[in-house]
């Protein structure tokens, strides 16, 4: 257990639900009430919506920024939770909860020193608050001053001698320290003071386990599985003491139920692969590292095991495949070499297999040379003892490639709920994917968590003056048409296809019935018909947003036929190029893919040229931008429609993915603090792995 995770737990503590002064209006009171309700239900994301409508009404308040940079701390959106403490002692220099919150953000973006500071203005007000003492210990920690850390725990503990968090805080201190005997002595206080923390248990548990007294880790970590049966990591750790008894079976099942629980904890599938392998249960270790690869494409270790078993069931390719990879990420690993020489002499590759052979004995020397003084060989996991050890998971040694991993509660931490927008929704692995075009649909999904609205004048407009049956929108939030929707649009289509029989110039029938056919996906007659509207009235705004949408639209559908066709499709592109097929010819041709950009660019120039003002071509353009990897356009397109429209979440979202894509990690990041606070839940999934 980390002093990070540690102060995380404790600085939880501190919420205090206060209400607000008795002169604010009754529907402030109202929407600041149920912003704490979500909060208190750890509905983080959905209470600072409630936060931002009472900042907007009343922005001299303090207690809302408060709330809000507290909700943002359980999002680990550390940077926007200090700022918006600090805008809360702005209005009131008193809120001493706020010196508290604003110390643990700024102690968890390592700003050790104004932490303290923060700390050391809250014991000034209360110079025997629990929480502040132990925050100044464990920052003092952070700074290896120890001896200023004991000091702040020794005064916490004669004030408050069956203070657990105190003991417990302390231990991992003296373990820091390498000092187990006292760690065991406070962890053993903890327990007697409080037995019915698992936090304890497990903590105690893991320092038994690391002093190989099994039997004794065994029995502390099924007491705090049985305390809190809910935390996934101490099973995780329990499977290792099982795995250190060879009770294979029972660390199989610890693994397994963690899997159920939460399919893609990798620590559970990594460790689980690595007992069916030894078991001789290659493929189903196989689809273990499988799922490793499909989450953290990128983990060597599991690259290597994952080669290891093809070699062994005879995939030979799938193996060489892999240790390509590891290789690329390992160049130094020469026992990969000595592998790949033999699976390219297998597959009668012999120059291959020769030229792997002399970099595996040059990389062997260079690393014996290295490590003359190293009693341990270079390269070799030490046998037995080894096989029987551990490694963090943030331990990338490729030599370590056969141990189990040890679970901390950070790796393991999940919401207890399903939904996507409640708890810590920073610990949902979500893709860096952009958020999508903006379309003409009268169909809106619903989301849990709701963005702001963007009014649009031609919109309003539109709706008022076409007679459309329906009432049109422009959303990113596109839904899915049911089967009764679908039939009442091709009634809608065969009704409009009548009147224009009568009327075979009216631009609003083609423009109604254009919608209708993009709506039921019929896009080549969707485009005639925009074209139609535009032969008739070229500056119909509407006409040419619809057919940039529709043209968009088109070559997604396009791009999805083609995809079985596709020999990679882990290309990232939403429009990845056509690539030829073994053994055929490739022909010349010329790439349609410029072509059909320029089209649709022109579009939103026209759209842009007639209303400079209308906030979705900008975005939109935006997009294409990205798709043509041209990031500076993009941020530039963003940054307009930003200005136009300040409470843009999705442009502050793309933007900051934008921003990342050339290396202005900052700046990206305080986009995506700025998209989570209205609305975007993806966003913090992106910083806490950035950060």
């Known amino acids: 257990m980390s002093s990070r995770i540690m102060k995380k737990t404790i600085i939880a503590v501190f919420v205090a639900l206060s209400a607000l002064s008795a002169s604010a209006q009754v529907n402030t009171d109202r929407v600041m009430m149920i912003g704490k309700n979500a909060l208190y239900f750890e509905d983080y994301v959905l209470a600072i919506q409630y936060f931002n409508q009472v900042i907007t009404a009343k922005p001299y308040l303090a207690e809302p920024y408060y709330f809000r940079a507290m909700s943002k701390f359980m999002l680990d959106d550390f940077k926007g939770a200090e700022e918006d403490a600090s805008e809360c002692l702005l209005r009131n220099p008193y809120y001493t909860a706020a010196y508290q919150l604003r110390g643990a953000a700024r102690q968890n973006q390592e700003k050790y020193e104004l932490a303290a500071t923060d700390y050391q203005r809250s014991l000034e007000f209360f110079p025997e608050d629990r929480i502040t003492l132990v925050n100044m210990g464990i920052v003092n920690i952070e700074m290896e001053q120890y001896e200023v850390a004991e000091k702040f725990f020794e005064a916490l503990l004669k004030r408050f001698p069956d203070y657990t968090p105190g003991y417990l805080t302390r231990g991992q201190m003296y373990l820091e320290q390498g000092d187990t005997t006292r760690a065991l002595a406070d962890l053993d206080k903890a327990i007697e003071i409080d037995p019915y923390t698992a936090q304890s248990f497990a903590a105690r548990g893991l320092l038994h ?20 049966p809910y935390f996934t990591g101490n099973y995780i750790n329990r499977g290792l003491v099982k795995y250190h008894l060879n009770d294979l079976r029972g660390a199989m099942a610890d693994y397994d139920r963690v899997v159920e629980r939460e399919e893609d904890n990798l620590i559970a599938r990594f460790n689980r692969g690595l007992l069916r392998a030894q078991v001789g249960d290659n493929n189903r270790a196989i689809s273990d590292f499988d799922k490793v690869l499909e989450v953290d494409p990128g983990n060597s270790i599991a ?16 193996a060489l495949t892999d240790l390509d990879m590891v290789l690329e990420a ?20 012999l120059r291959g297999a020769e030229n792997d052979y002399l970099l595996a004995r040059a990389e062997e020397a260079r690393a014996r040379r290295i490590a003359t003084s190293d009693p341990q060989p270079a390269g070799k996991p030490a046998g037995e003892e080894a096989a029987k050890g551990t490694r963090d998971e943030k331990d990338t040694n490729i030599d370590k490639f056969n141990l189990l991993v040890v679970a901390h509660e950070e790796e393991s931490q999940k919401s207890g709920y399903q939904r996507q927008s409640r708890g810590k929704v920073q610990n949902i692995h979500a893709p860096v994917e952009p958020e999508p075009l903006f379309v003409l ?22 709706n ?72 008739i009235n070229p500056d119909m705004l509407l006409a040419h947003f619809a057919k940039a949408v529709i043209r968009t639209k088109q070559m997604e559908y396009d791009r999805l036929q083609d995809e079985p066709m596709l020999m990679d499709r882990g290309n990232g592109s939403a429009f990845p190029e056509k690539r030829e097929l073994p053994g055929k010819v490739r022909l010349p041709e010329i790439s349609t893919r410029s072509i059909d950009y320029e089209e649709i660019l022109r579009e939103y120039e026209a759209i842009i040229r007639l209303n400079p003002d209308f906030i979705y071509a900008w975005y939109n353009r935006a997009e294409i931008f990205t798709l043509e990897k041209d990031y500076r356009a993009a941020i530039a397109d963003y940054t307009k429609a930003i200005e136009l429209e300040p409470q843009f979440a999705e442009a502050y979202f793309n933007r900051g993915i934008s921003r990342l894509s050339i290396g202005e990690t900052s700046a990206g990041l305080d986009d995506l603090r700025k998209a989570g606070e209205l609305g975007i839940i993806q966003s913090y999934s992106i910083i806490k792995r950035m950060q």
Not at 209 to 228: G, M
Not at 303 to 317: A, P, T, V, Y
Not at 484 to 509: G, V
């Open 441 to 462: 649909t009268y169909y809106e999904r619903s989301v849990e968590v709701h963005r702001p609205v963007y009014f649009s004048k031609t919109i309003d407009q539109a």
């Open 464 to 535: 008022s003056q076409l007679g459309l049956n329906w009432i049109l929108k422009v959303s990113n939030l596109e839904a899915p048409l049911n089967e009764l929707q679908i039939q009442t649009h091709f009634r809608s289509i065969d009704n409009y296809s009548r009147q224009l029989e009568e009327a075979p110039r009216n631009e609003k029938l083609f423009f109604g019935r254009g919608i209708d056919f993009m709506l039921v996906q019929d896009y080549e007659n969707a485009l005639k018909d925009m074209n139609r509207v535009l032969e």
């Open 330 to 349: 390992h160049p130094d690993f020469f026992n990969g070499y000595y592998m790949r020489s033999q699976l390219k002499r297998e597959l009668n590759d």
């Open 209 to 228: 386990f690391q002093q190989k007294e099994y039997n004794r880790a065994l029995a502390d970590l099924d007491e705090a599985i049985r305390l809190d």
């Open 303 to 318: 690259h290597l095991n994952r080669s290891m078993l093809r070699n062994e069931i005879g995939d030979k390719q799938g």
